[in-house]
């Protein structure tokens, strides 16, 4: 193989590496842009959590404010008996019903994060299976390239005189 070949070749060799390892790279990017998207919808499905659960104890303050004003409306005291008894159901109501989207909302951040985790873990191997692509790329070359260069396959030096004509000048000079 001439020089020509051999460049060639090596850029060859490079290029193909090169591709292996950009794919990584990309593949790596892409899905660490995955991960950050899952932690932000883990982000925001906690803050959409918490402002459903504020909704749910606004509302439900309201409605305890209705049903004490309904009481106090009909002439019934509010500080003992059945109507306290209800205000106090309602309020212990609001804070399951808020505290059960709280805890929704939590696990399903959770699930993401989870989601990104994964992503994260996949970019990481991606990237090193760019790496190790590449360079099994280069050896599988430098393979090739010392097979084409071994010993068994190397023209055989000329002789002493020869000059490299095919001819040996010593060649009846008792020398050779």
């Given at each position: ?9 090596a850029v060859?060799l490079a ?5 292996q ?14 991960a ?7 982000v925001?499905?906690?803050?959409q959590?918490?402002?459903d ?8 303050r309201?409605f ?13 005291a ?5 109507p306290?008894?209800v205000l106090m ?9 808020a ?7 939590e696990?399903a951040?959770?699930g993401?994060t ?25 050896l ?14 190397a ?22």
């Amino acid at each position: 193989m001439g020089w020509g070949a051999e460049m060639i070749a090596a850029v060859g060799l490079a290029l193909m590496a090169g591709g292996q390892l950009m794919g990584g790279i990309a593949s790596s990017k892409a899905q660490q842009q995955q991960a950050l998207q899952y932690r932000i919808a883990a982000v925001r499905r906690r803050l959409q959590a918490e402002t459903d659960a504020r909704m749910i104890e606004d509302q439900g303050r309201r409605f305890q404010s209705n049903q004490a004003a309904a009481f106090a409306k009909s002439g019934v005291a509010l500080d003992s008996g059945s109507p306290l008894a209800v205000l106090m159901d309602t309020a212990i109501s609001v804070e399951k019903n808020a505290q059960r989207t709280r805890l929704s909302g939590e696990w399903a951040a959770e699930g993401l994060t989870a989601g990104a985790s994964v992503y994260e873990k996949m970019a990481s191997n991606s990237m090193l299976m760019g790496v190790v692509g590449a360079a099994g790329t280069f050896l599988s070359g430098a393979k090739d390239a010392q097979g084409d260069y071994s010993p068994s396959k190397a023209m055989k030096s000329p002789g002493v005189g020869s000059m490299g004509s095919g001819h040996n000048w010593n060649e009846g000079a008792g020398i050779a």
